[in-house]
Every structure is written in C-alpha cells, then in structure tokens.
C-alpha cells in the first residue's frame, strides 16, 4: 500500500475550531481517522487532556449500531516522540 494511500484515510483535525479562534498549529491539532474526525467535529468524541479518547454516550443513543467504537473508549491516544509536535493538553480541556 502507497504513503498517498494510508494518508487518504487520515484527516488532521483543529482541536479549537479555527473559526471559533484556534490556531492552525501543531498544539492544536490531532491526527485521525476521517470517522473519528467527523465524530470529533460533531462533539461524539473528544480528547482528555491526559490524552484519553472519549466517547460520547450520544454514540451509542444516536449511533446504536455503531459499536465498533465502545472499545476506543478511555485508550491512550498515539502521540508524537516530539514534545513540540503533541497537542497541547491546555487547548484539549
């Protein structure tokens, strides 16, 4: 499978919106999937500061066959080695 191929299926996202004041930086972006991204623009999902992805329990009232994603709940997200390149978790509270 090609780079161009893997990354088509990623979607870097604002963790504050930009029209809402976020910035388009690093700190304040996260890498993810482009269903996880919609689900994290539509407030299903978010980030704890601690790094810990969250569902909503919206997903499961509005989303009921969707349960492939129970079991992302409260895992540790993957992050950069590079403190400069992680979001921040003063932007994710």
Same mark, same amino acid.
């Given at each position: &499978?090609?780079? !161009?191929?893997?990354? *088509?299926?990623? #979607?870097?996202?604002?963790? %504050?919106?930009?029209? /809402?004041?976020?910035?388009?930086?690093?700190?304040?972006? +996260?890498? &993810?999937? %482009? $269903? =996880?991204? %919609? +689900?994290?623009?539509?407030?299903?999902?978010?980030?704890?500061? /601690?790094? #810990?992805? !969250?569902?909503? #329990? *919206?997903?499961?009232? $509005?989303? *009921?066959? %969707?349960? /492939?994603?129970?079991?992302?709940? /409260?895992?540790?997200?993957?992050?950069?080695?590079?403190?400069?390149? #992680?979001?921040?978790?003063? =932007?994710? &509270?």
């Amino acid at each position: &499978m090609t780079g !161009e191929k893997v990354f *088509s299926a990623l #979607k870097a996202g604002h963790i %504050r919106p930009y029209a /809402e004041g976020g910035e388009h930086s690093i700190p304040n972006g +996260l890498l &993810m999937q %482009r $269903d =996880i991204h %919609r +689900l994290f623009d539509l407030g299903y999902v978010t980030v704890t500061p /601690e790094y #810990k992805f !969250e569902l909503s #329990k *919206s997903v499961k009232e $509005d989303f *009921s066959n %969707r349960k /492939e994603y129970y079991g992302l709940h /409260e895992l540790s997200i993957l992050l950069p080695n590079n403190q400069a390149e #992680k979001p921040d978790p003063k =932007i994710l &509270m």
